[in-house]
């Protein structure tokens, strides 16, 4: 590369870290707040926090991380700032840790905090749902059911998930449900009728619908039913009766697009709605209007699944203006529908309410190189904290590789990127690399398998991610890799082997190269020169 060229090069790829930007800091004093008063596994063991004390932690805990980063680089204040970014995220993820273990102070006059009191009159979980999936009859199910006869154990969550329940077993059921639906707040009732023939399979979910019906439920799962429209009318009343749902799983049970109006309109409100969830249906465009009508109503949702449900443009553009007013998402998993460019399109415009949002999943939707600029241009400047980003088989070149590398060197907290199966080749690449090899501490995964990618992009990935603390995985398997490349990245992970994944599907011939001018596809001079795409500044990046 001559001097010039090289100036050119350094000036457009320049990234300064540090330090963060006020505003940046804010985020992650609020994105710490948010993890402190969310319900989690270690919530669960040690306790909530209020939102006051939230924020007093995560406060003095944003202070001491940034304090500990900046006597870090005032060390070494000619670098970019990208190891005092990772001491920053290492810092403040470990002070996190350790309060969520701590769990709430005890307040100075010895009453702990409401939480606490909370989780001691929380009563207990009833699971039968065991490791295998097993048909249960009347004689067994007396048996398995007796516990939740013992009116002085209060029972808050039920699964019967992975039993087939008979007609028989099901009228055993049948009084037991109704005796304990009072203190219901969980209930799971997925995979229950298994084998069973239709017109049984639908009595018994009848029978569990009418027995249930008016508890007042946070949580109900009746996925893995192949219910269809008779399945959803057969849980109809149930269904009716709940206005206080935050979670709402309806996975894999066959449902087609009068199913789903038959859903939307059958529960009353979805104002408290946190998670709805509905993979692998065969909703369809109509289907997914009427799911759009339940996300208008669910102004609080945070997790929204739609993947696999046989969606095309017109319900992906009635889904993604839906999803415009759920300000508060932070997980969105559409994967696997016939959306296309427009959908991506209406898709990116709503992408600037998510503020929260640290996990997206966009693979096989027909985005192409149009819907994904508009989708990396509109993400560059939302969702602060974004951790997964996947867009796998979406027709992606390198065309459209400048705005995403450009909106990945701005998502610092990243820790999964996918992009396989596209056709990034080589200039693609080498743009990817570029944007993940500054910063990035908390990386662990990328993946760019079946891309075209020959020996200059695998070594470009390879040398970006190699040293990054707590890296798990590249795959760069499926490639057009040459043996002299494949022993090259071999070589830089010689210390980390593990983390590279399997290259045993890489053809080293590969396919012709390009007529319009690839005549060396490891020659990097070319490749960098056209990197000038990637002008990445403070702010967008950190």
Known sequence: MDSQAQTFHQRSVSIKLWPPSQSTRILLVERMTKN?????????????????????????IENIAFAAADQHFEKEPYGDGSSAVQIYAKESSKLMLEVLKRGPKVKEHGEVMQYEKDTATHGSVFD????????????????????????????????????????????????ILTSIKDQLK???????????PETEALQVMNIFSSALEGCVLRYLNLSDNAMGEKGVNAFGSLLRSQTNL??????????????ARAVSKFIPSTEKLRVLHFHNNMTGDEGAIAISDM??????LED???????????????????LGT?????????????????????????????ADLTEIYLSYLNLEDEGTEALANSLKESAPSLEVLEMAGNDITARSAAALATCIAAKQFITRLNLSENELKDEGAILISKAVAEGHGQLTEVD???????RAGARALAQAVVHKPGFKLLNINANFISDEGIDEVREIFKNSLNVLGPLDENDPEGEDLDEEGEEDADNEVDLESKLKGLEIKQEENY
């Not at 996300?295 to 609080?300: A, D, H, I």
């Open 448 to 454: 760019l398998n079946t891309n075209s990618i020959r």
């Open 128 to 175: 039968i749902s065991g490791s295998r999936r097993s048909f249960i009859d009347a004689e067994e199910a007396e048996e398995l059911l007796k516990p939740l006869r013992d009116h002085e154990k209060l029972y808050t969550k039920i699964c019967f998930s992975n039993r087939s329940f008979g007609l028989d077993a099901a009228h055993v059921a049948e009084p």
């Open 295 to 300: 996300v208008k109503r669910s102004p609080l």
């Open 246 to 259: 935050e979670e709402l799983y309806l996975m894999n049970d066959g449902i087609s697009e009068e199913a």
């Open 186 to 196: 969980e209930v799971d009732l997925s995979d229950i009728i298994a084998g069973r």
């Open 36 to 60: 402190f008063i969310t319900p989690s596994f270690l919530s669960r063991k040690y306790g909530l926090l209020s939102k006051e004390e939230a924020e007093e932690d995560a406060k003095q």
């Open 326 to 354: 759920c300000s508060h998402l932070k997980k969105l998993d559409l994967r696997d529908n016939m959306f296309g460019v427009q959908s991506g399109i209406a898709l990116s415009k709503s992408l600037t309410a998510f």
């Open 304 to 322: 929204f699944r739609c993947s696999s449900t046989r969606v095309g443009s017109e319900g992906g553009i009635a889904l993604a203006e839906a």
